[in-house]
């Protein structure tokens, strides 16, 4: 079956940087396209990032854009998230996940998460 | 950006309830409409999607409805594995966004 085992995440300052990364199995990671959703401890959710399954054209939210990078792996089965610039807002729970197959927008396998906390 | 708003933002009910959740999106989203539930300590879990569709393995007491800006989640009977956090989603375009949540808690 699908899974997704996010690691990477860490105690970072506040301007540093971290890459995560999931590790995908169980399904055709070459076709689906892949999301990033993070959560701030006690908060909802928010999505961060899309990759389609090409890796051409991807999609960040206004509060990750330019300090944020998805990129994948497909001869590897991995997803990362590469976060520059930190900041005490992007103190988070990520979790990576995986689009339906014929409508990616729609996030469908969650991975368990892995904790980033920005602090001095 | 298209703003989704979910509620009740908290509901206390009793198991064998039927309890509705509603979100309205800022703008038309036609059935483009996603609805998760999470657990504490969990990952969230799909629940429906395209507004009314019943993801695989998701019990039947689960149905959602709605389209353009107004949608509803309905469990019919509340059962004891159903006291959770739910979420909208809005999938129709990037980026992607959700409702603030609604908890379900026991009465």
């Known amino acids: 079956q699908v899974q997704l085992v996010e690691s990477g995440g860490d105690v970072v300052q506040p301007g540093g940087s971290l890459r995560l990364s999931c590790a995908a199995s169980g399904f055709s990671f070459i076709t689906y396209g892949m999301h990033w959703v993070r959560q701030a401890p006690g908060k909802g959710l928010e999505w961060v990032t899309f990759?389609?399954?090409?890796?051409?054209?991807?999609y960040y939210a206004d509060s990750v854009k330019g300090r944020f990078t998805i990129s994948r792996d497909n001869s590897k089965n991995t997803l990362y998230l590469q976060m520059n610039s930190l900041r005490r807002e992007d103190t988070a729970v990520y979790y990576c996940?995986?689009?339906?197959?014929?409508?990616?927008?729609?996030?469908?396998?969650w991975g368990q998460g892995t904790l980033v906390t920005v602090s001095s | 950006d298209i703003q989704m708003t979910q509620s009740p933002s908290t509901l206390s009910a009793s198991v064998g309830d039927r309890v509705t959740i509603t979100c309205r999106a800022s703008l038309s989203i036609s059935t483009w409409l996603a609805w998760y539930q999470q657990k504490p300590g969990k990952a969230p879990k799909l629940l429906i999607y395209?507004?009314?569709r019943l993801e695989s393995g998701v019990p039947s007491r689960f149905s959602g409805s709605g389209s353009g800006t107004q949608f509803t989640l309905t469990i019919s009977s509340l059962q004891p594995d159903d006291f959770a956090t739910y979420y909208c989603?809005?999938?129709?375009?990037?980026?992607?966004?959700f409702g603030g949540g609604t908890k379900v808690e026991i009465k």
């Open positions: 989603q809005q999938c129709n375009s990037y980026p992607l966004t």
């Open positions: 990759i389609p399954y090409d890796g051409i054209n991807k």
């Open positions: 395209k507004a009314s």
């Open positions: 996940a995986t689009g339906l197959l014929e409508m990616a927008t729609i996030v469908d396998h």
